[in-house]
């Protein structure tokens, strides 16, 4: 079993963002019923995001299908991001908070933290058009002192394999994205 100090960043990719963050505390580990509900819910929202988060495919050969293709994948843009609204109006999210995540664990700035060796469950919303977060089970490593609160960084734990590598595949396509926005020249430059 792997030991609960182990730094969550020091093996594989990492990518820090500003996301809207919640978390609460829990008692004790998730029963098998409720750890297979959480892992497969979050399996979901983990697939969507990916999707989600995809750049346009290439063009058809033929013209008249790639326009359709364009006006269908814009109207269910229009859909989704409506429909977003309305769930958000209805249950806000939180506000965004500058995080650091990896596939193992999460560090943010919190104004009220949590106490080191403590039990939580942070929802992760990674792609806030899309209102339904990532359900995370984690354990508190450390709390440190920060301008603006405490910087809290946390371990996962429960998550199922495919959860996993889905958080991977996230991780690796925004550290891919970066790069290759940092490669781009900027106009003006």
Do not use: C
């Not at 730094?7 to 098998?32: H, I, K, M, N, Q």
């Not at 497969?40 to 346009?56: A, C, F, H, I, Q």
């Not at 919190?110 to 359900?135: F, K, N, Q, T, W």
């Amino acid at each position: 079993m792997e030991s609960h100090s182990q730094d969550p960043f020091t093996e594989g990719l990492s990518y820090e963002d500003a996301l809207p963050l919640r978390w609460r505390p829990v008692d004790g580990p998730l029963s098998g019923e409720d750890f297979l509900r959480l892992n497969r819910d979050n399996e979901t929202v983990l697939k969507v995001v990916m999707v989600l988060g995809e750049s346009r495919p290439e063009p058809a050969d033929d013209p008249n299908l790639s326009s359709e293709l364009g006006r269908l994948d814009f109207k269910l843009n229009v859909l989704l991001d409506l429909v977003g609204h309305l769930v958000i109006r209805e249950q806000p999210l939180p506000a965004p908070a500058g995080l650091r995540l990896s596939a193992r664990g999460l560090e943010w700035v919190a104004e009220s933290p949590p106490a080191p060796g403590a039990r939580l469950l942070v929802s992760l919303y990674l792609h806030p058009p899309y209102p339904r977060p990532v359900d995370l089970p984690a354990r508190v490593l450390s709390v440190e002192p920060a301008v603006s609160g405490a910087r809290v960084r946390v371990r996962f734990e429960e998550l199922s394999e495919a959860v996993a590598e889905g958080l991977e595949r996230l991780i690796f396509r925004n550290h891919r994205r970066l790069i290759a926005q940092s490669r781009t020249p900027r106009s003006g430059d």
